[in-house]
């Protein structure tokens, strides 16, 4: 009999404290993101789809080096180089990137190529919808991944306005 005691005696006590958590937690303000109608918070050290920055004249900071390519885990980066020329400069360096593809449906989100990057060319943005019908639209080229806009002082040299400024 006092087995029997002690048995129920500790079946409430179990049921006493779980229910002290659910009690506890049962009026407390949800903490659910209204995402499709409200702004999506981010953490700090969120890690995004990627963004491909320029310098303050407007060109690429990539300089195809390679190196983020090399440090990918996944292997889902995918670059060609191609050398600047003073009639089509594209970057800063000697060479650019004529193409720059990241494979979406490979990435780990590591950083890893974002810490190996010399320029600060690619690092994490706040994008977060990857989810197409088609696993080809995981690819982002170059053209994708640049940032938007230009930068304030950036203006593009066109024949034309090179011809009337000459005169």
Do not use: W
Not at 46 to 59: S, T
Not at 109 to 130: K, S
């Amino acid at each position: 009999m006092p087995s029997i005691l002690a048995e129920v005696g500790k079946t409430f006590t179990t049921l006493a404290k779980g229910f002290s958590v659910t009690f506890r937690t049962m009026f407390r303000k949800p903490t659910t993101e209204i995402f499709p109608n409200g702004p999506v918070k981010f953490e700090s050290r969120y890690r995004g789809i990627h963004v491909l920055h320029r310098d303050e004249n407007g060109l690429e900071k990539c300089v195809g080096c390679f190196l983020c390519a090399a440090a990918c885990p996944a292997n889902c980066i995918y670059i060609e180089a191609a050398e600047n020329t003073e009639a089509n400069r594209i970057s800063a360096g000697e060479r650019y990137a004529k193409v720059y593809n990241i494979d979406y449906s490979r990435c780990i989100f590591c950083g890893y190529c974002v810490e190996a990057c010399p320029t600060d060319a690619i690092t994490h943005g706040h994008g977060f919808e990857l989810a197409p019908y088609n696993i080809n639209s995981l690819i982002y080229r170059k053209e994708k991944l640049l940032e938007k806009g230009t930068p304030k002082n950036f203006q593009a040299v066109t024949p034309a306005s090179s011809a009337t400024s000459a005169t």
